[in-house]
């Protein structure tokens, strides 16, 4: 499983190269995509998923944009995230709104690349808005955190929803794009979310960051919460590709922790 993560990441990045924006801005990070090395996470998600409801079928090239386009949706969440927590400078590298700019560029871009998917164009579109509504949920909890002190600590449940918002769209695409059946959308969703915003608090402060306490998202350390989630997304998936999905994403989670420097997104 870890070799299959592994040529995932390889994949995801080889692709990401080749859909950074075509400008002088970005040829800094030809050789190595921005944040190289991250885990991927809402890649790796969406990958794991579609292996669990297509029943292992080979994960066919015409879907990997979406893991890119979710990818580069990420890396615009960061690179806007960055550019408002880190001090105000008068270098060009430093400089907050060229990093603004540089952000709206990838999400354009993730934008553009999600329709550029080989399928029917009513999977196109149902993918194209699943993008739309959890890049803008995760700019939502951007702004209703900017500025916060406490919100790792104690950290508010609809806040973390939002955070988490690209690897619940990530598990939601995996099932449109198989056109599994609808039942399990929203745990999917809550999953996902729940996975990526633990994953972050676990690298972030795995020691120290305490998780809410509501029913579903309880825990007493981030970690255990991703678990439970990884069994809740491999729960969604028929049998017996659950228990791979499970396998495969334990693997990853177990992995992450090398790829991402602690005190950033997963």
Request: glycine content about 6%.
């Amino acid at each position: 499983m870890r070799e299959t993560i592994t040529r995932r990441r390889a994949a995801i990045e080889d692709a990401l190269r080749n859909h950074l924006p075509d400008v002088d801005e970005f040829e800094q990070y030809r050789e190595g995509p921005v944040s190289i090395g991250r885990p991927r996470t809402r890649g790796q998600v969406f990958l794991a998923l579609f292996d669990g409801f297509s029943a292992g079928t080979r994960v066919p090239d015409r879907i990997l944009p979406i893991a890119v386009a979710l990818e580069l949706a990420s890396l615009q969440t960061r690179v806007h995230r960055t550019a408002l927590e880190r001090p105000r400078s008068t270098t060009a590298e430093h400089d907050p709104t060229r990093d603004i700019l540089r952000g709206d560029l990838l999400e354009s871009t993730a934008f553009e690349t999600m329709l550029s998917v080989r399928a029917s164009p009513r999977v196109v579109q149902r993918c194209f808005g699943v993008l739309v509504r959890a890049s803008r949920r995760v700019q939502e909890g951007d702004a209703m955190d900017y500025g916060a002190e406490t919100v790792i600590r104690h950290p508010d449940l609809d806040v973390g929803r939002r955070f988490g918002a690209l690897t619940g769209g990530a598990a939601e695409l995996a099932r449109i794009v198989t056109e599994a059946d609808d039942d399990y959308r929203r745990r999917l969703i809550d999953a996902g979310s729940a996975f990526e915003y633990h994953l972050w608090l676990h690298l972030k402060s795995p020691k120290t960051a305490i998780a809410e306490s509501s029913e579903s998202w309880k825990s007493s350390a981030p970690v255990d919460v991703c678990r439970r989630q990884i069994d809740a997304l491999a729960d969604c998936c028929p049998s017996p590709s659950g228990e791979r999905v499970r396998r495969q994403l334990r693997a990853f989670l177990e992995e992450s922790t090398n790829y991402e420097a602690a005190g950033s997104r997963a």
